[in-house]
């Protein structure tokens, strides 16, 4: 039986796939190109499965797919945290569990109307 993933994995995975009595995989190494792509999809993924789950074990798999973006990109801890202030000092952050129902306006906003055709918004 052939089992097809078809995604990015941690790096041991492919020798303890293969220490493993009648188990053999076939896997490759990617490209920078190749790479960034798959983190994107794999940050998605690791996002379903802690919704999923809501376990520590699955935060700890989103946030090693951040870490790996982060050097990927070179981007350091201090840039993220930079960011993130500014960010909170012009929106605030989530402490108020405030949740946004609608907005009632007289003119189209593009903006808005790009960010709402957003493919991943279409499941919400």
């Not at 303890?16 to 490759?28: E, M, P, V």
């Not at 790996?68 to 990109?73: L, N």
Request: hydrophobic share 30%.
């Amino acid at each position: 039986m052939k089992y097809s993933y078809n995604k990015l994995v941690r790096d041991k995975i492919p020798e303890n796939i293969n220490s493993i009595k009648g188990k053999k995989c076939n896997y490759k190494i990617l490209n920078d190109k190749e790479y960034l792509q798959e983190l994107d999809k794999k940050i998605f993924e690791e996002a379903h499965e802690f919704i999923e789950e809501h376990s520590t074990q699955e935060l700890a798999d989103l946030m090693e797919v951040i870490f790996a973006i982060m050097k990927a990109r070179n981007i350091s801890m201090e840039d993220v945290e930079n960011a993130r202030k500014i960010k909170n000092s012009k929106k605030g952050d989530f402490n108020d569990k405030v949740y946004l129902i609608d907005v009632e306006q007289e003119n189209i906003d593009e903006r808005e109307e790009i960010e709402m055709k957003k493919e991943w918004r279409k499941s919400t």
